[in-house]
């Protein structure tokens, strides 16, 4: 069914120029093609798990079938089904390498370390706050904490700091633990997990370690990037992480980046990482960050009025936790005053806060740091020039002005060198393309945010 093939890779370049780079890769790119050479009528699309393929039923499948009524003469039907996960994880396994899986017999009565969880109980469903940018992620932590082991495994979560990936894992451990409290539950950040590897070298207590994690019912890895380049740490947590799938225990990841971008980790650790569900945490919207900060007002037992948790949410858009900062210094300053909260004691309280914010996100420094980044010269964001290497960090440079700055079109204009609105608007559309199709473009975008956010 050759035909169909074909059919397929244009549906997948298609939904890749149509969708953003995170769309694509959570809902299109895991589903495979599966065809019959005795089956004209009919193609199978193979989701990895329930959810994708309840999302993709919903939200592509009779887009899908419009697009090959198109290409083909005869009807052609689709549909979906689920994978059967222990085949593809055989598969990775045999492909792998011929590393063996160690099993570990679990201790049937022997009891395990008793390390503690080091769960926050703070960190619960309850005090989070839903909102656009993390709606997968927290219906798939749900998902998980309801059905740990089952519903998709490992959970992978992914996305910038301060986003809430620590807030919504741990609250999947609370829950496990409210639920079952003989669970044994591990919250770990990768740098603990890579010094305690480091502490089983110095003292041979490697079995030790094995024991204790790999018969853990759920464990909680913060910040996987940090296993980059550290071979024996990856080494021991493949081992971990099989032990655990094998036993249909849960493991759920968080990391900085999608799994294939994490710089210095080995290929198998990165083909299990999207054996589950990946999922983005996005930045905030502004009404999402307003409602985080009347929430925490509220947990705290604050008067918030809704136009100062405005006016806070408007000014601090980089990321949650400097949004609760900002919070803790107007609380703390209306306290030192001795006056309740108000719009004008939230001026004053962020005033340097504002301020440095305010210089550091300047036009100039913009064009500096963009220069600075792409290694061309600042005068390069006022010439004419039209090749490649210096349009596109241009162009980049106005998406990042129209993102950060309050700035018109005409003003960002006028400081590229005098160019016309239509120009910077052309940059900003072409940036916005570029992020959606080209992961490169998108990691720029996001490393010259956060270097600008500072
Ligand atoms: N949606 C939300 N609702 C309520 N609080 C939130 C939300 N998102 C983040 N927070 C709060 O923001 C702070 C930072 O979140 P968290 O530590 O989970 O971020 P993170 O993504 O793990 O960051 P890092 O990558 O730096 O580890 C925490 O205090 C957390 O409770």
């Known amino acids: 069914m050759q035909a169909i093939n074909t059919f397929w890779l244009s549906c997948l370049e298609h939904f890749k120029k149509e969708l953003n780079a995170q769309q694509f890769n959570t809902w299109i ?44 003469s005869n009807d052609i039907r689709f549909q979906l089904r689920l994978a059967d996960q222990i085949e593809i994880r055989k598969k990775a396994i045999i492909q792998d390498d011929a590393t063996p899986v160690i099993k570990i017999s679990r201790p049937s009565k022997k009891k395990n370390p008793d390390y503690p969880n080091q769960l926050n109980p703070n960190f619960n469903f309850d005090n989070f706050v839903a909102g656009k940018a993390n709606q997968l992620a927290r219906a798939g932590a749900i998902q998980v904490a309801e059905s740990p082991g089952i519903a998709y495994n490992p959970l992978f979560i992914y996305g910038g700091v301060g986003l809430g990936k620590t807030h919504l894992i741990q609250s999947v451990g609370n829950f496990v633990l409210e ?12 740098e603990k997990y890579v010094s305690d590897v480091v502490n089983a070298y110095q003292h041979k207590s490697f079995d030790k370690f094995k024991l204790y994690y790999h018969s853990l019912d759920l464990l909680l890895v913060d910040d996987v990037q940090f296993f980059g380049g550290k071979n024996r740490t990856q080494e021991e947590f493949f081992y971990a992480f099989n032990a655990l ?9 968080t990391c900085d980046s999608y799994p294939k971008e994490i710089s210095g980790l080995e290929e198998r650790l990165v083909s299990r990482f999207g054996w589950g569900l990946t999922v983005a945490v996005e930045p905030p919207e502004l009404e999402m960050r307003v409602a985080i900060l009347l929430k925490r007002a509220s947990m705290e037992k604050i008067r918030l009025d809704e136009n100062v948790a405005f006016f806070i949410a408007k000014h601090i858009r980089s990321n949650v936790r400097e949004l609760e900062g900002a ?121 010259l945010l956060h270097i600008l956010r500072g």
Do not use: C
Request: charged share 25%; aromatic share 6%; glycine share 2%.
């Open 245 to 253: 799938i094998e036993a249909h225990k849960q493991v759920i990841i």
């Open 327 to 447: 919070l803790k210094r107007v609380l703390a300053y209306s306290r030192f005053v001795g006056h309740e909260i108000s719009l004008d004691l939230s001026k004053e309280a962020l005033k340097d806060l504002l301020a440095v914010q305010n210089r550091q996100i300047s036009i100039e420094n913009i064009q500096k740091t963009v220069a600075d980044y792409y290694k061309i010269k600042v005068s390069e964001m006022y010439s004419k020039k039209r090749a490649r290497i210096v349009a596109r960090p241009r162009q980049m440079a106005m998406a990042i002005a129209k993102e950060l700055t309050p700035l018109s079109l005409p003003d960002i204009g006028e400081a590229f060198g005098g160019r016309d609105h239509t120009t910077i608007l052309h940059g900003y559309r072409k940036i916005n393309e570029l992020r959606a199709s080209d992961p490169a473009i998108n990691r720029d975008f996001n490393a």
């Open 29 to 72: 790119k895991p589903l495979q093609l599966e065809t019959s050479p005795n089956n004209h009528t009919e193609a199978v699309l193979i989701a990895p798990n329930r959810f994708v393929m309840q999302w993709v039923k919903d939200n592509f499948l009779s887009r899908i079938e419009t697009m090959a009524q198109a290409h083909f």
């Open 179 to 190: 639920n079952n409290q003989q669970a044994k539950v591990r919250y770990v950040h990768a």
